[in-house]
């Protein structure tokens, strides 16, 4: 089955007490029993749901996997991820992710007893100079966020299987139309699914695919002693969202890199980071790996201040000064200050995050009015 029929069809059937075509909110806590135990495979909501069940066999399937588990946001799934860690174990991780992550790892679960080390994670003599005994799991992200570097993801997965060290991909950049990490060797997938897989900014949620039983057991075992799970009306809005993901995501590629390409001409603009220009040192590796470029696009500006960042980002008037990506509608933000603020100026420095970098989610809209809106911002 191609992509473009699996979003619509993969691991959705009609609803077979009525016939309903779209999946059914299910909108009730608990289920009724005929005797104790004996039940229809429903006991009580934050265990199963029937619309979480359908979403979580059509991502799934979306990613090559075998079992979907949903949360109630992607720092949710994240955090599942890593209560299957123990006091003492290490994390790898890339020094170029999104502020929630670093955040989680740092200010949450550091003092409990698990270190994270944040490297170049498309250097692997890096890499493995990093592993230890101590090592349980390499946290990756594809293109990052928000410096638009590219990750082998077999080469860092097979690394890891080879030392029997858990590995998992954020593929939210990406969605699984664009890679899917499972068939490079991934371990697990993770999803913010508020951005791409929603792609209307109108529901927050998150997703894990894996292939492996066990490791399938474990999240589901923590989804529901944990209980972070998401509604029936958000699992409803994820399902709505998937069934134009291709068309919404090729059409977004397809702006970003008319305005990468606009952005890398003008003169008040430094540097534009973008996976798809040739001398991108991630590019070959994301032609590779990748269906297209990622509809992400950030610059650095000439003047290189939190006041020039400011005047371009006040004033867009189709570019919406707002977090979050992966909408329909193009969303302009400035890391420094909104979502990786929580991490040291210092660190982001080291990677190249300036207090100048604009960050772009592109979207859907008619790509020369996109462009003339930054440029009479950028003038």
Sequence with gaps: MKFGTKVIHAGIEPDPSTGAVMTP??????????????????????????????LQNN???????????????????????????QPGDEIISTNDLYGGSY???????????????FLDMSSPDEVLAAVNEKTRLFWIETPTNPM??????GQLCGIARERG??????????????????????????????????????????AIVVNDEKLAEQLYFIQNAAGAVPGPQDCFLILRGIKTLHLRVERACQNAE????????????????????????????AKRQMRHFGAMVSFDLVEDNYAAAERVLSNTHLFTL???LGGVESLIGHPASMTHASIPRDERLKVGLTDSLVRLSVGIEDVEDLIGDLEQALE
């Design 25 to 54: 909110i299910y909108q009730t806590s608990t289920y009724a029993q005929e005797a104790p135990g004996k039940h229809k495979g429903f006991e009580y909501a934050r265990t199963q749901n029937p619309t979480r069940n359908v």
């Design 59 to 85: 991502l799934a399937a979306l990613e090559e996997g075998r079992f979907g588990i949903c949360f109630s946001s992607g720092l949710a799934a994240m955090d599942a991820i890593l209560k299957m860690l």
């Design 103 to 117: 955040r989680l790892m740092v200010r949450i679960y550091q003092k409990f007893g698990i270190k994270a080390h």
């Design 148 to 153: 638009l570097n590219v990750i082998d993801i």
């Design 165 to 206: 060290i858990l590995s998992c991909v954020d593929n939210t950049f990406a969605s699984p139309y664009l890679q899917t990490p499972l068939t490079m060797g991934a371990d697990m997938v993770l999803h913010s699914a508020t951005k791409y897989l929603g792609g209307h900014s109108d529901v927050v949620h998150g």
């Design 258 to 285: 008319r305005i990468a390409h606009f952005l890398k001409q003008h003169p008040k603009v430094s540097k534009v980071y973008y996976p798809g220009f040739p001398e991108h040192p991630g590019h070959e590796v």
């Design 322 to 324: 707002a977090e979050s």
